[in-house]
């Protein structure tokens, strides 16, 4: 029987989720016996080519991209599950959500004091993806079964997590491992 | 000489005095109802609904409703518990709280609730409305972006401090702390030393420059849930 697979994806977030999960130090040895990691930062893959058993997704959705590979997340794997505050809620990206989008892209490339932009334009190309209106958390865009909070979430809700989901049991944090900070 | 009241709790045969709140005689007993807008130094304003408890089968604030002889109060049942967790997802999609930045995290009651009953995220969608910050005065902060409109302050300000700094404005979805002057805290006579400062439940009404100074690890709910034993009785 082949190993299960296992997806990662940072979209809006700071890759301190992934950081987390490297933190479950010389487990990692075991996790890499236990499981298959597929399409994911970790090893470059970019696309997916076999269904998954768990999606974890670090970050919310703040452009198109976002939701597209959220999308195929939820496509092809099993189990998705939300790691992190900026999946779970927007995170510090969806500090932006109180202001109007125009209002963000003047200050960030037109007005801000330490801008140096003498044509005043605001990127606009058709290879940059397209902003949302404001920054959604995953589970508001697709369905997620699981969420991770914490930011990032301990190494050991990581593995919690996982152990629980390759033993085929739900996942049950302890009091410990529920931290939104 | 008070009359002893007896009644029901979870199963449990408490005694009270007459005129105790269910609140009150739980404590009394030891036994935690959760709890937000409630403080033992103020008057009940029975707001955040937190508290509730089913009395002879019907929903009412624990903080507010009295004891009686012979009636049957549920609390920590699978249903009140499920009414408790919708409203402090509520409180978390109505609001704009950034936990992983907030000085108050770690003891702050809102997030602590949340850590009790386990929640890993809200099942409501975020409203992320739009809330002022009052940054005016020398030693306070007053964000309302973290505000659950429990009254504490607007209580304390009056009851404990004699004074009249904060009061609710608007009504509904509009509804706001606003401080006794139009040009924001500093015009007040807000002192850093008030109660109405020290009793907010979440990181709204932060003294300035002590952030942080306690590590993470040491906090009041980092191991223990809100409602422990052993937890510092100052906070309840």
């Known amino acids: 029987m082949s190993k299960p697979k296992i997806a990662t994806t940072s979209l809006a977030g700071c890759f301190g989720c992934h950081m987390s999960l490297l933190d479950i130090d010389e487990r990692i040895l075991e996790l890499a016996e236990l499981v298959e990691f597929h399409k994911s930062p970790i090893n470059d893959i970019k696309s997916f080519s076999a269904q998954c058993a768990v999606g974890l997704i670090e970050g919310g959705c ?20 939300s790691v992190g505050d900026c999946a779970i809620m927007g995170g510090i990206p969806a500090m932006r959500n109180m202001i109007p989008l125009e209002e963000c892209l003047q200050e960030a ?9 003498p044509t005043r334009a605001i990127p606009n190309d058709v290879e940059i993806p397209l902003l949302l209106d404001k920054v ?13 909070p914490g930011c990032p979430p301990p190494a ?22 529920i931290k939104y900070d | 000489m008070e009359k ?18 269910i609140m009150q005689a739980a404590d009394k007993a030891g036994k935690y109802i959760p709890r937000l807008c409630a ?10 609904r937190i508290c509730t408890v089913l009395v002879n089968g019907r929903p009412q604030s624990a903080c507010t409703q009295p004891i009686a002889d012979g009636i049957l109060v549920e609390s920590e049942t699978p249903k009140v518990n499920q009414l408790r967790t919708d409203i402090i997802d509520m409180l978390f999609v109505e ?32 409203q992320f409305p739009q809330r002022d910050v009052d940054a005016s005065h020398p030693d306070i902060f007053l964000d309302r972006d973290r505000c659950v409109l429990c009254g504490r302050c607007v209580r304390a300000s009056k009851e404990l401090d004699g004074k009249n700094v904060f009061q609710f404005v608007g009504r509904g979805v ?32 932060l003294k300035k420059r002590v952030g942080y100074a306690v590590p993470v690890g040491r906090r009041l709910y980092d191991h223990q849930p809100i409602g422990s034993a052993s937890e510092d009785e100052t906070t309840k």
């Open chain 1, 62 to 81: 703040c452009n198109e991209e976002n939701v597209e590979v959220l999308r195929a997340f939820r496509s092809n794997c099993d189990v998705l599950i």
């Open chain 1, 109 to 117: 490339f037109v007005d801000g004091p330490t801008v140096h932009n």
């Open chain 2, 4 to 21: 002893v009241v007896t009644f029901l709790l979870d199963g449990e045969v408490i005694q009270g005095q007459e005129g105790q709140s």
């Open chain 2, 39 to 48: 403080h033992k130094d103020l008057t009940p304003h029975g707001s955040c």
């Open chain 2, 95 to 126: 609001g704009n709280h950034f936990c992983m930045f907030c000085e108050k995290s770690g003891n702050c009651e809102l997030q602590a609730l949340a850590y009790r009953f386990g929640i890993t995220a809200p099942k409501y969608p975020y």
């Open chain 1, 136 to 148: 959604y958390p995953c589970h508001e865009v697709v369905k997620i079964d699981y969420h991770l």
């Open chain 2, 174 to 205: 509009e509804k706001r702390i606003a401080v006794n002057s139009e040009k924001g805290l500093k015009d007040t006579d807000a002192d850093v030393v008030d109660k109405a400062i020290s009793v907010c439940p979440v990181g709204a009404i």
């Open chain 1, 156 to 177: 050991d809700t990581l593995w919690e997590a996982l152990v629980a989901l390759l033993n085929n049991k739900p996942i049950s944090l302890p009091y410990d491992l």
